[in-house]
């Protein structure tokens, strides 16, 4: 490690990168009043993702679950499909 550079933990870059995609997705999802369904979301922000083949999607879907606990994001279900707004 360098000792002259300003040495930022995991932890930390970790908290500043999910403080920066919660704001992508709240400002997204602003933008789209009418509601976005994860997939959606994902590809638009360009954070499609897969694993094998698999469990396509969950980076956004968790950080939605976390904006649904603080309350900023609702989901909506529109014939049996889920879709996420903005809180007001």
């Known amino acids: 490690m360098n000792p002259?550079?300003?040495?930022?933990?995991?932890?930390?870059k970790a908290a500043m990168g999910l403080a920066?995609?919660?704001?992508?997705?709240?400002?997204?999802?602003e933008a789209h009043s009418a509601g976005l369904r994860n997939g959606d979301l994902a590809k638009d922000l360009g954070l499609e993702s897969s694993h094998d083949g698999r469990q396509q999607d969950y980076l956004t879907y968790s950080v939605l679950g976390l904006l649904m606990k603080e309350q900023q994001v609702d989901k909506?279900?529109?014939?049996?499909?889920?879709?996420?707004?903005?809180?007001?």
């Open 4 to 12: 002259n550079r300003n040495f930022i933990p995991p932890e930390g």
């Open 20 to 29: 920066l995609l919660k704001e992508a997705i709240l400002d997204h999802l």
């Open 76 to 88: 909506v279900d529109r014939g049996g499909k889920a879709y996420y707004i903005r809180a007001r």
